[in-house]
């Protein structure tokens, strides 16, 4: 099982055998054809869009451009001198790292949690299970505007929590100080549901004579979670690891309909800070200076996670 | 043995612990779902003063509106359209590569899958300005094929990599008896491939569909006229309008997320197998 994880979930395949068929005949024409009938669609499809744009991207980044005519205007580094010289991203970069802090101290031992007490089989478990992996499967957009009403200050539902004591209700997220918060709260809300999903199927597939051997040696209920179940599971857990590194680096949907990044770019991922700067305006150059930091970052911490945590499996 | 009795007894603690716990979490959940789908039922003055409870009013015409305006049903069929198009894409695509990657051994075909697999590595946004131009220079800006082409082309690592490995667990005497009998490659992946490979087709078609459904950022870059806006760029639109007339929004958030969660009820598990297919599939 951890080995397959590995492969299919991270970073690549490449390295697995491929079955060798072995066929008397002339038939090397007939694979010969497939080679060429079936395999260009997909290079050409993923070198036009995918690879392609990271190129120019880096290319992009050395001019001033504002996306019309030919790029002209080259100016070296001064993109990412500019880049690294707005507090904005700086910001950015802050808050991509608190979106990973919450979502590794808060949702993923919400999500294990809950995996451990939906894994059994009880009467609602499985209904309880499609209701907290919803919120996942929900648009980002429309997740986003469902809390903007929740935290709105006239209309929303904390609004009317906070005036059932008397108090004057709060504008969070038109606040530097609760914007983000507000933000990490629903990122939790919604994500907590896919991690929990990830931990049940682990669990499902675990090898229940282990547990039962713990128990039969006079383990504990709990010493036997603690040094057989959770142990077995880390594979899991460096994958759930993953994906919420992976998945606060590419936040943006989320942001939009809440904050758009702000007030005063408080709220800012790195997308968001790059749609805000470089799309919205159309400078070219710079958004693609930050767009290759963003890649570097992305690529970067790959191969880092792969090398240091998954490389054994 | 007899622990399991004891867990399952009515007033164990733990037990009791474990019940609240859930309930707790589930009416997190629960309750900002269920204020959506009944703050679209209120008037905004109701909605002020009781966001949470049950409308004491029903007002049917907030939906009703929204159900017989054309700009609804327009969203939904331009989400629709681009949705199959990646999906059609994908598939097509993907399906063919996999079969290539799993069943051809060939000079450079595990140097091309690692290529493939790159498209894991970062997320679209990165590149979405030469993307931007690209597509513009291809003369697909403000078209659907637009907005699906770069879709299906970063969805594709992850396709073909599931196909790839499912395809391989097709038995291959069944491919060298297929052979020995005169069929060919192509046949054998129209007519076997393919028709055994349904379930998998299918988690593929549905994280894609779902994904594609919900995508933001790309539409935003490449669309610039409203009439071919998805439902996501809409409905911003529609909340930029109607600033603070709440239960008109909630109202047309309620009806966007309604396909989706049909969707979600109908295929849950293709929907489950395919989002956590990183570690189910394992």
Redesign the interface.
């Known amino acids: 099982?951890?080995?397959?994880?590995a492969s299919?979930?991270?970073?690549?395949?490449?390295?697995?055998m491929?079955?060798?068929?072995?066929?008397?005949?002339p038939?090397w024409d007939?694979?010969l054809?497939?080679?060429i009938?079936?395999?260009p669609?997909?290079?050409l499809?993923?070198t036009?869009?995918?690879?392609?744009?990271?190129g120019?991207?880096a290319w992009?980044s050395g001019f001033n451009w504002n996306?019309f005519g030919r790029p002209t205007n080259w100016i070296g580094l001064d993109n990412y001198r500019f880049v690294l010289e707005t507090r904005a991203f700086w910001l950015a970069l802050r808050n991509n790292g608190l979106i990973i802090a919450v979502s590794l101290a808060i949702q993923l031992p919400?999500a294990l949690?809950?995996a451990l007490?939906?894994a059994e089989r009880f009467r609602g478990a499985v209904a309880?299970r499609?209701?907290?992996?919803?919120?996942?499967?929900?648009?980002?957009?429309?997740t986003g505007?469902?809390?903007s009403?929740?935290y709105?200050g006239?209309?929303?539902?904390v609004?009317?929590i906070w005036r059932s004591f008397g108090a004057e209700p709060p504008h969070l997220l038109a606040s530097t100080d609760t914007a983000m918060l507000a933000v990490l709260i629903v990122i939790v809300?919604k994500y907590f549901?896919?991690h929990m999903?990830?931990f049940i199927?682990?669990l499902q597939?675990l090898d229940k004579s282990l547990v039962e051997a713990a128990?039969i040696d006079g383990a504990t209920?709990s010493q036997a979670l603690r040094h057989v179940v959770i142990p077995l599971l880390y594979p899991?857990i460096r994958?759930s690891v993953f994906?919420a590194i992976?998945g606060s680096?590419?936040l943006?949907?989320l942001v939009?309909?809440l904050t758009r990044g702000g007030p005063a770019d408080s709220s800012n991922t790195m997308?968001s800070f790059?749609?805000n700067n470089?799309?919205s305006r159309m400078r070219?150059g710079y958004?693609?200076a930050i767009?290759?930091i963003?890649?570097a970052i992305?690529?970067t911490f790959?191969f880092t996670y792969k090398r240091w945590f998954m490389r054994d499996e | 043995m007899s622990n399991a009795r004891i867990i399952r007894a009515p007033f164990d603690p733990a037990m009791l612990f474990k019940l609240v716990f859930l309930a707790v979490v589930a009416i997190i959940v629960l309750v900002p779902l269920l204020a959506t789908l009944f703050g679209g039922f209120k008037s905004l003055g109701e909605l002020r003063v009781n966001p949470f409870g049950l409308p004491r009013h029903w007002e049917w015409q907030n939906y009703a509106d929204i159900l017989f305006s054309a700009r609804y049903w327009q969203l939904l069929r331009n989400s629709l359209i681009i949705s199959t198009l990646t999906v059609a894409l994908t598939l097509i695509v993907a399906s063919m590569a996999a079969f290539t990657f799993a069943h051809i051994r060939f000079f450079g075909s595990s140097m091309l899958l690692s290529y493939l697999t790159l498209g894991l590595l970062f997320p679209a946004a990165t590149a979405v300005l030469p993307l931007f131009i690209k597509v513009r220079d291809l003369g697909l800006l403000d078209t659907y094929f637009g907005v699906a082409l770069p879709q299906a082309a970063f969805g594709l690592a992850m396709s073909v990599l599931l196909l790839r490995r499912f395809f391989k667990d097709i038995p291959y005497e069944l491919l060298e008896a297929a052979l020995v009998d005169g069929c060919s490659y192509i046949k054998f992946f129209r007519y076997v491939t393919l028709p055994l490979s349904r379930p998998i087709l299918a988690t593929v078609g549905t994280i894609t569909f779902v994904n594609s459904w919900n995508a933001y950022l790309l539409p935003l870059v490449m669309l610039n006229t409203d009439a071919l806006y998805p439902w996501p760029l809409g409905i911003m639109v529609y909340q930029g309008e109607y600033s603070s007339e709440w239960h008109l929004i909630l109202a047309f958030i309620t009806l966007t997320i309604l396909p989706t969660i049909i969707i979600f009820l109908l295929a849950q598990k293709h929907i489950v197998a395919g989002l956590t297919a990183g570690a189910v599939k394992g």
Do not use: H, K, N
């Open positions: 099982m951890a080995r397959r994880t299919v979930s991270a970073i690549g395949a490449a390295g697995e491929v079955p060798q068929v072995r066929v008397r005949g038939v007939g694979r054809t497939v080679l009938l079936f395999l669609p997909a290079l499809l993923f036009l869009f995918v690879v392609l744009p990271i120019e991207a992009y996306g919400l949690t809950l007490m939906l309880l499609m209701l907290f992996f919803m919120p996942y499967i929900l648009a980002e957009i429309a505007l469902i809390f009403f929740v709105d006239d209309y929303g539902l609004a009317s809300w549901g896919f999903m990830l199927a682990a597939s128990r209920q899991t994958l994906f992976v680096l590419q943006f949907d939009m309909p997308v790059l749609y470089g799309i070219v958004g693609s767009g290759v963003l890649f992305c690529v790959a």
